[in-house]
């Protein structure tokens, strides 16, 4: 009885076994931690390249849709006074559009590795609308992870994009482009 008192009292190495513990749990979490932020900067980056791609798309003016429909002085009346028709925006060429859209992308995607993340690889337009006034784009890229944990083994994560832009008139009175109100 005296010697198993004795083992249960030796409590010896159970601190070393507990610090080993703490130390690969933080190590671990520093890691997937490492892995999440650079996962998070390059979907920012694809974000800002894609509204990019957007404005430089929404920029297109569809000439004959704007001067279709021009005012003449009872409509300029109407608005002054509130009533009158509710503006939609600014119609937009969705031909160029597009083509300018993607265009700015494949120069982002393509152009030297300091405009972008050097984790991104593989972007390219999953979807894109445009419905006359307004431009949707939804885009997808790889991202390469600069951590690889050996028990989850992914290299690399898809990231997505999605941007809507329009194109709007400010509201108020100008006459000969000078903004009076």
Not at 84 to 92: A, H, N
Not at 142 to 147: E, V
């Amino acid at each position: 009885m005296e010697l198993r008192i004795r083992v249960i009292k030796d409590e010896r190495g159970s601190i070393s076994l507990l610090v080993l513990t703490f130390f690969l749990i933080t190590v671990v979490t520093t890691l997937v931690i490492t892995d999440i932020a650079a996962v998070t900067i390059a979907k920012r980056s694809l974000t800002q390249a894609t509204e990019a791609a957007a404005q430089r798309g929404v920029r297109n003016l569809n000439r004959e849709a704007y001067y279709s429909g021009e005012f003449d002085i009872s409509t300029m009346v109407e608005n002054l006074v509130g009533a009158g028709p509710k503006d939609p925006g600014i119609p937009i060429d969705c031909a160029k559009a597009l083509g300018d859209s993607q265009g700015a992308l494949a120069d982002w995607a393509g152009g030297p590795r300091s405009l972008r993340r050097v984790e991104l690889s593989e972007v390219s337009i999953s979807s894109i609308q445009c419905d006359g006034f307004g431009i949707q784009l939804i885009t997808v890229a790889s991202a390469q992870l600069p951590i690889v944990i050996p028990l989850l083994k992914i290299e690399k994560v898809v990231v997505t994009a999605r941007v809507s832009t329009t194109n709007t008139r400010r509201s108020g009175f100008s006459p000969f482009g000078i903004r009076v109100f």
